[in-house]
């Protein structure tokens, strides 16, 4: 259909798409080979991107080569490079051919796999794969989709915690009354992750009802679970109803783990929902000697990890595992007529519509199912371990120099250090830390981030980017090292 002599734009041109597919796949690849010669955090200043591009968008078509032009010249000095092999700042969140191949995979079939029946390959896939991963972690069957629990993949942790969090207010209210919502009690330690805060608020639970416990060196930031008792007892005293705790096996400062098994018989002897997560951590517990950090999984009720952590698996894809299913589509589950059909109304399928927040929701166990066939376990167990034992070469260098010094013990890949402090002056080795965090980071060469226990300002050292290798780990102390003889001498 032609309007004069202008033709109707067709978006799905096989042949524009294996042309222009080619250049992209070859433009990605090219930035990986090329990758290590941007500086690793962005160096632009606040508001650089709107000098460069127009105000509005083109009338007519541009070229591809005018476009990828612009992504060099404008877009690349804005990134921030979380493959780069010197990215050690917050956790990693990995790339890997296998993940984006899935990716690429799911983007061109372009399904909305909110119910069974919009893709059936969809959801049965999410099913197996969840599966599959379940069994590498070695958690309880009563996880598995055999019986009434099973797997889900989400966007992020953080909805996650929002997902079960919902489903235990709702559990509890059906319990104890529908108005008793500013009765309601959650339980963390104070080093969760503020996603659980978050949650509270959508979730209207009262701010002063959340009980962020405090935890302390003693026990390496770990939850102490005779602290969680006491504040259990003591709301139950109050007329309160304790119903949600969120326990960690890796927390986001220092990988700290909760003691599961102690926390999860308190949470069961009081009804309380018991999730754990393990966001980070969560991959490395496939490995056998790493399993034991979540001895105690089998009291909880909800179990979360990221693949696109640590997991070779492009982001997004957060696995949720609960024991029951039941819980969560009875507190988020719609059915309006338009959505309505013969499998789901005779109850013969799963619609993972009713395990999250938003109705739509992409085909994500593709790049999952392709990065542990791709790569297979003991490629992905021997992937993790290589991390660790990089982390045990940062961690013995930081050890061996006096200005230096382990803030925790490492237990992961995540190596917490700070410059010690001189004349127990905490105050001034505070500024010196952030003075060298910024400084480290303002050459290009490497990026870390920083947190706070108890009152010090700590760097964070999280290995786990798919390219790091020893040569980089080295690299990145050096800079440390010289940056910090030049604070510390000027």
Not at 330 to 355: G, H, R
Not at 413 to 418: K, Q, Y
Request: some cysteine; glycine content about 6%; hydrophobic content about 40%.
């Amino acid at each position: 259909m032609e309007n004069g002599s202008k033709k109707v734009l067709k978006p799905m041109d096989s042949e524009q798409l294996r042309e222009y597919g080619h250049r992209m796949v070859d433009f990605i690849a090219d930035y990986y080979k090329t990758i290590e010669d941007f500086p690793v955090l962005s160096q632009v200043q606040p508001g650089y991107l709107h000098k460069l591009l127009p105000d509005s968008a083109p009338d007519h078509p541009e070229t591809l080569d005018q476009v990828l032009d612009d992504v060099r010249s404008k877009i690349l000095p804005g990134v921030t490079h979380w493959q780069s092999p010197s990215f050690f700042a917050y956790y990693p969140s990995n790339s890997s051919v296998a993940g984006f191949l899935g990716e690429m995979l799911s983007a061109g079939l372009g399904i909305v796999g909110f119910s069974w029946v919009t893709s059936p390959a969809a959801t049965e896939l999410e099913m197996i794969v969840l599966d599959w991963l379940a069994k590498l972690l070695n958690l309880p069957k009563e996880f598995m989709s055999k019986g009434n629990g099973g797997g889900v993949i989400q966007g992020s942790a953080s909805e996650a915690v929002l997902v079960v969090l919902l489903a235990a207010r709702d559990k509890a209210l059906r319990s104890v009354g529908k108005n008793t919502l500013e009765k309601l009690v959650v339980y963390s330690s104070d080093q969760t992750h503020s996603a659980l805060q978050k949650a509270c608020q959508i979730a209207g639970i009262h701010p002063e009802n959340c009980r962020m416990l405090e935890t302390d060196a003693s026990t390496n930031y770990a939850l102490r679970p005779e602290l969680f008792q006491e504040a259990v007892s003591r709301d139950l005293e109050a007329g309160l109803i304790p119903f949600f705790l969120c326990a960690n096996v890796g927390t986001t400062s220092s990988t700290a783990v909760d003691p599961l098994a102690a926390l999860g018989k308190i949470a069961n002897n009081n009804e309380i929902w018991f999730h754990v997560d393990a966001a980070y951590a969560g991959s490395a517990c496939i490995c056998p000697e790493y399993r034991q950090y979540i001895d105690g999984v089998e009291t909880a009720d909800s179990f979360n990890m990221n693949a696109h952590k640590w997991f070779l698996t492009n982001f997004d894809c957060s696995l949720l595992w609960v024991k029951d299913q039941d819980s969560l589509t009875e507190a988020l589950s719609t059915n309006p007529e338009f959505l309505k059909n013969k499998a789901s109304q005779a109850n013969l399928v799963v619609d993972y519509k009713d395990w999250q927040i938003p109705l739509g929701r992409r085909f994500r166990s593709l790049k999952l199912w392709m990065v542990l066939r791709l790569y297979g376990a003991e490629t992905l167990k021997n992937y993790i371990r290589n991390h660790i034992k990089l982390a045990i070469v940062f961690e013995q260098l930081v050890s061996q120099d006096p200005n230096f010094e382990i803030v925790t013990p490492r237990i992961f890949s995540l190596v917490c250090f700070r410059i010690v402090p001189a004349n127990n002056d905490e105050k001034k080795c505070n500024n010196q830390n952030r003075k060298l965090l910024d400084a480290v980071n303002s050459s290009g060469k490497l990026f870390i981030s920083h947190t706070a226990l108890s009152g010090k300002i700590v760097l964070r050292c999280a290995i786990g980017a798919p390219l790091t290798e020893e040569k980089h780990v080295k690299e990145a102390w050096k800079v440390i090292q010289d940056e910090a003889s030049f604070l510390l001498h000027k």
